[in-house]
């Protein structure tokens, strides 16, 4: 599966959209974009997927840019809940033969009042 | 429906111990994996069962094993504890089928103390 890349760190003032980039230059062409988060402690949550067209849902947006090598989370509105860490994984899908999601470091999102 | 559900949520031991964890899916889901959290290396992947059967295995040693049953519930046994088996233990469960379908929706997690 494909490396993902994603900054350690972002603020975000409470209100404003929050945009989450991440790059993921090796990825191939059956490979989806996930973004999980991980509130401190608890278990991640799915926020969202893309193989190639831009996705929005009642959580945030996903942008992957034409090529594909990169995309941003997008949370439009971001709240105080909002902070955790988000993760940015590229999975390929490979039918029967396995499901696993390689977790890098993430980006520790704090959002402030 | 009902989300992933784990059992215990915390749980201490002694080196030396055994310990089983068990996880529930959501309902309909076939597939359960099972991530290791700890603060120095992350989320690691242990291993994934499809309809009873392990399909996918992490780089972990044969200490860590598992199992799925029938309702697709699984367990994970850890033997012969070390102290650097302390750590959160996440379930995940999907459809497991292709695609779309292998979405991961994770558990609370164990939190594990080995003392």
């Known amino acids: 599966d494909a490396k993902t890349t994603q900054p350690p760190s972002m603020d975000c003032a409470e209100g404003r959209a929050a945009n989450l980039p991440c790059n993921h230059s090796t990825i191939s062409g059956n490979e989806y974009v996930y973004w999980y988060r991980q509130i401190h402690s608890q278990g991640p949550q799915y926020i969202i997927h893309g193989l190639k067209n831009n996705e929005t849902n009642e959580m945030a947006s996903l942008i992957i840019t034409e090529d594909r090598k990169s995309s941003t989370l997008i949370l439009p509105h971001a709240t105080l809940r909002d902070t955790a860490v988000y993760y940015c994984?590229?999975?390929?899908?490979?039918?029967?033969?396995?499901?696993?999601?390689?977790f890098g470091t993430g980006t520790s999102l704090t959002v402030i009042p | 429906k009902a989300g992933v559900t784990q059992t215990p949520r915390y749980l201490i031991k002694t080196r030396g111990q055994q310990v089983t964890l068990s996880c529930s899916p959501i309902?309909?889901?076939?597939?359960v994996s099972w991530y290791q959290q700890t603060p120095g290396q992350g989320l690691q992947f242990l291993f994934e069962y499809f309809s009873e059967t392990q399909r996918n295995k992490g780089n972990f040693p044969g200490r860590f094993s598992g199992r799925q049953f029938s309702n697709s519930r699984s367990e994970m046994n850890v033997s012969t504890l070390e102290l650097g088996d302390s750590a959160l233990y996440l379930c995940?469960?999907?459809?497991?089928?292709?695609?779309?379908?292998?979405?991961?929706?994770f558990g609370p997690g164990t939190r594990l103390l080995v003392l």
């Open positions: 309902s309909g889901h076939r597939s």
């Open positions: 995940a469960s999907s459809l497991g089928l292709a695609g779309d379908q292998e979405t991961q929706y």
């Open positions: 994984i590229v999975r390929e899908s490979k039918g029967y033969t396995g499901n696993q999601f390689y």
